[in-house]
């Protein structure tokens, strides 16, 4: 279905090289996304290119500026279609990652594509104000991330439970990732967290992007994350 050289070739910029099942298992993935969306919205983006550079580059460019070491654990918070969790397990099946959503029917065709590219994962309905306050999720993995959820100050009152001291929130943004950091600079430091740096690129036709690097530097207080009616109430 798709253009594997343009897959290969977009990965090469990044520094990644695909070997050709992993090109099989995205191949396989852009072909159940487009027939799945037919049935549960998914996604708007469902041309090839489209799919390859937008969805699948755009969430393998985590991997150019942060290299998790062999066997490290990664929650996709809002994982969605699977971007971009789904898209570094293909990448990177060495990685133990966790993909969650509030949507169950989402959920769904994730485990129905991770059969048919024979991969596994850990897939988790929950919504991530609730999961972050359970025992088993809470600050239990090396990396969050998080693409196409939310604004960074509340993405990071998401996801930053989630990390292990010592560990990485990283979050895929776009061309408005400097404004969205500086307003979410005291949510960061409150939460536990230091922005180590951000790396801003081109993604080939698709505009600016950017990668944003958040070190868990002490524990998140107990009472974050909050209920969302509540962060919209009293922002951080």
Known sequence: MINKELLKTESEKLGLTLDEMALERFDKYAELLVYWNERINLTAITEPDDIIL??????????KYCCPEKGASLIDVGTGAGFPGLALKIARPDLNITLMDSTQKKLGVIEEILKEIGL???????RAEEAGHNKAFREQYDFSTARAVSNLRDLSEYCLPFVK??????SLKGADAKNELEEATVAIKTLGGNV???DIFELSGCGERAIIQIQKVSETLD???RPKGKMIKQPL
């Open 223 to 225: 009472k974050y994350p």
């Open 165 to 170: 001291v010592g560990g990485k929130f990283i």
């Open 120 to 126: 596994t994962a850990n897939v988790v309905h929950a």
């Open 196 to 198: 180590e740096k951000i």
């Open 54 to 63: 937008k969805h699948f580059i755009d969430s393998l460019a985590f991997l």
